[in-house]
């Protein structure tokens, strides 16, 4: 205990010598640092809090020295969390390589693959995309069929992947491909890295409903991939893809709490001091049906913030996220779909603005914009990772242990 | 600090759990409602439990108690929960001990934490004057004598308060308008002329009566604190009372959910088991979650209690617990009852015994939309 002391008080005087003030401060979605070979940095503190902490292995406190990580243990990377909490000071990274991918080759890659790949995940260096879902293979992932055909040392891919969040701006893919036909569906499947400037991929933005386009069809026009590239044993992809969307789940359950991240500054973040300061109340918001409402969700805010704590320190004691993270991912989903709909209760019509035509946004300020566009976001949160319908069976059977109705259906067709 | 129970406190879970499956299990309850008990519990069960030391759990080793904390009292509390058996435990250990700890004088202490630990003793707390929990508006009054206070009063939903040796009676000893608010806290032996007790026979079975206080002259040392300054401590108690209440629902609310898997995989109707359909898979699984919600407040809860005076946020956190579970166990005893079928609506079926001691425990100590409000109040809106 006495060296975690003496790491807490050297933490701290690290933070506060290196962080920068204005990485201090909530975060606006567009000063996200997601990295890779065309990073923007918007403001440039970013790329200064993002280096040393990149030096230190602190984008990845918990991932071995060896491959550039922090090489912290578990409790030493709490106090980490806890110190950059107690200043305010934003993730340095965001990234899919450092909350699906890494952990996954960590756990199943070869020491070669995880030299090549680690390290550039852990200093930004290379921006992954996860090619999972195709336009016939949606909550039926298994059912995909991008093929990628054996031609001497490489493989030859053809298909098309859709929803694939960030493809346009993604260095290099995680793709599930099938490599056997004949295998029932589950076993022919292999999870394959490569560039996506490779000859023959191509990517085209979907816009969505609010107005961005975080996610893209991607296709695949005989794109050669050397055959080394496949993690983990060759048709034994859908073992990795179900960890690697353990790690998703628990990643996108994270919406559900109310800091890191999800502190943007917006009207969301203070449900109750956005609905008084629309009303003009003080002391005590007026509406007590509203009132009732925010109360309700900051409760299960409160305790879904304690349960993902509790489920962190569970898995401590087994290994790597569990069956509850599919609990965790449903109940922070729907808390981060409550957030904004009560926000645009909050807020009335203020929220519901599209753009501003004014200069000084005096129609529409740009947090009430935000919301706007959030709130359309977060009706994806249900849907991304697994449905919320696919969570709950996997619940069901995961963890209830009822009987699976989906494999019952599957034997039939057969 | 570990929201995961440790080694002790398992061990102490389940040796509680062995000793409710065995010997205080829903059946006792239903013998007790049946033979319409003049008791309303049994002595000897509680004998027993008094003997593995749950009686003096959170009361201090220097009182005849074992310290074993309030996460141990919840321990117990949750699986006294799940068999449902009356026991003293809420009157008399969670509320009627807290209260004199925090209030009472050395000799209220000395005289009456180890009886309560040696299970000698009954206390009950007389707190509500309405149907609703509502701690803020007292009338009963205490009028200052030469040689001590005189007590006029009604109070309601007292529990245990016919089998009840003492009473911890809430008063109002002066004006709200005055100086400080006016709530002083006396403890009175139950035999005091004047004090008159009308059995409620609840549809949870549990014991809880009306108490009349009529010119119940006390002597000044059943005075607990100073007069008119029991606001605070009233609060803690009460806070304290939430947050064990919550505990004991957490273990209804989960034994009711196992019942209800059990049931899923067991029935058969179209020729499969039940729990195959999604329809009810999947509110199976969102109980589940909403549970795995109610353990975590619980637990933070009752260790933030452990920390004695570094607790944090004990207002809140028991005003989160007291509405959560309230709504989880209305949920889930609910679906209890729906899953179950037409098995679910009948007597002779354990599960409508649940219903019923949700809907008691959720008024107890304030319902869910009286925590909700209390707890948008604290959070400053």
């Not at chain 1, 926000?343 to 935000?370: H, I, M, N, V, Y």
């Not at chain 2, 002595?43 to 904390?69: K, N, S, T």
């Not at chain 2, 309230?326 to 609910?334: A, I, T």
């Not at chain 2, 179950?340 to 939309?369: C, N, Y």
């Amino acid at each position: 205990m006495q060296d975690l002391e003496s790491f807490r008080a050297e933490t701290r005087a690290w933070l506060e010598e290196n962080c920068p003030a204005s990485m201090r401060t909530p975060m606006p979605e567009d000063e996200v640092v997601w990295g890779g070979r065309n990073a923007e940095f918007k403001n440039p503190d970013s790329k200064v809090w993002l280096d040393r902490m990149a030096d230190k292995g602190w984008t990845t406190p918990t991932w071995p020295a060896e491959y550039g990580g922090g090489g912290l243990s578990k409790a030493e990377s709490m106090v980490l969390a806890e110190e950059m909490q107690r200043i305010k000071a934003r993730p340095p990274l965001v990234s899919f390589g450092i909350s699906m991918l890494g952990p996954v080759l960590l756990e199943m890659a070869t020491h070669e693959q995880k030299l090549e790949h680690i390290p550039k995940i852990v200093r930004g260096e290379i921006r992954w995309c996860q090619g999972y879902s195709e336009p016939g293979a949606g909550s039926d992932l298994a059912g995909l069929g991008t093929k990628a055909i054996l031609d001497g040392d490489e493989y030859v891919i053809n298909g098309s992947k859709i929803w694939t969040s960030y493809a346009d701006k993604a260095d290099w893919i995680f793709c599930l491909v099938r490599t056997d036909f004949e295998a029932p569906k589950h076993s022919g499947i292999s999870f394959i890295l490569f560039d996506m400037a490779s000859p023959g991929v191509t990517t085209k933005p979907i816009k969505l409903i609010s107005g961005n386009s975080v996610f893209c069809e991607t296709f695949f026009d005989n794109v050669r991939v050397p055959a080394g590239n496949v993690v983990g044993r060759l048709n034994d992809g859908w073992t990795i893809a179900k960890r690697l969307l353990q790690h998703e789940r628990t990643m996108i359950s994270g919406f559900g709490l109310s800091s890191g991240r999800n502190n943007r500054g917006g009207l969301a973040d203070s449900l109750a001091q956005t609905a008084m300061s629309y009303r003009g109340d003080t002391g005590k918001l007026s509406d007590p049906a509203l009132r009732d409402q925010i109360a309700q969700f900051m409760i299960d805010s409160e305790a879904f913030s304690l349960t993902s704590q509790r489920s962190a320190q569970e898995a401590k004691q087994s290994k790597g996220p569990n069956a509850t993270s599919s609990m965790l991912k449903n109940y922070g989903c729907e808390l981060n779909k409550r957030r904004y709909e009560l926000a645009l209760k909050a807020a009335g019509t203020q929220a519901l603005g599209w753009e501003s035509l004014t200069e000084d946004g005096s129609d529409f300020s740009a947090r009430e914009l935000d919301t706007t566009r959030q709130w359309l976001r977060s009706k994806g949160n249900s849907i991304e990772g697994g449905t919320y319908e696919v969570q709950l069976n996997v619940i069901a059977k995961r963890v209830l242990g009822l009987p699976d109705m989906t494999s019952m259906v599957a034997s039939n067709k057969k | 600090m570990s929201l995961v129970l440790n080694e002790d406190q398992l061990m102490l879970q389940e040796s509680a759990r062995d000793f409710c499956r065995e010997k205080a299990t829903v059946a006792v309850l239903r013998k007790l409602r049946d033979e319409k008990d003049p008791r309303g519990f049994s002595d000897e069960l509680w004998q027993a439990m008094v003997g593995l030391g749950w009686a003096g759990m959170a009361i201090p080793e220097a009182y005849g108690g074992f310290e074993f904390g309030y996460s141990g009292l919840g321990i117990v509390l949750e699986e006294t929960g799940r068999t449902l058996v009356p026991t003293p435990l809420v009157s008399t250990v969670l509320l009627g001990a807290t209260a004199i700890n925090l209030a009472g004088s050395e000799e209220q202490k000395s005289e009456l934490l180890p009886k309560v630990a040696a299970g000698e003793t009954v206390i009950a707390f007389a707190l509500e004057e309405g149907a609703l929990h509502n701690p803020s508006n007292i009338a009963l009054g205490a009028e200052k004598t030469a040689d001590g206070y005189t007590l006029n009063g009604d109070k309601v939903f007292v529990l245990d308060a016919h089998v009840a040796d003492y009473f911890i009676v809430v008063a109002r000893s002066s004006d709200p308008a005055d100086s400080n608010d006016g709530i002083s806290l006396f403890v009175v032996d139950a035999a005091t002329p004047g004090i008159s007790v009308q059995r409620l026979n609840m549809v949870d079975n549990r014991n809880a009566g009306n108490v009349r206080f009529d010119n119940v002259k006390v002597p000044a040392d059943a005075l607990m604190g100073a007069e008119g300054q029991g606001r605070a401590a009233l609060e803690r108690t009460l806070d304290i009372g939430r947050i064990g209440l919550a505990a004991e629902m957490l273990g209804g609310v989960q034994e009711v959910f196992e019942r209800i898997v059990d049931y899923l995989q067991q029935r058969t109707q179209f020729g499969v088991q039940i729990g195959a359909f999604q329809a009810l898979q999947h509110r199976a699984a969102i109980m589940y979650s909403e549970i795995e919600l109610c353990r975590s407040l619980v637990r933070k809860a009752l260790l933030e209690l452990d920390r004695g005076d570094d607790a944090e946020d004990i207002p809140a956190l028991a005003s989160m617990c007291k509405a959560k579970l309230s709504e989880v166990y209305e949920l889930v005893s609910n679906e209890g009852i729906q899953m179950h079928g037409g098995i679910g609506m009948t007597d002779e079926f354990d599960i409508g015994f649940f219903i019923k001691r949700a809907r008691v425990a959720q008024q107890t100590l304030g319902d869910a939309s009286y925590h909700r409000d209390r707890y948008a109040s604290l959070r400053g809106f």
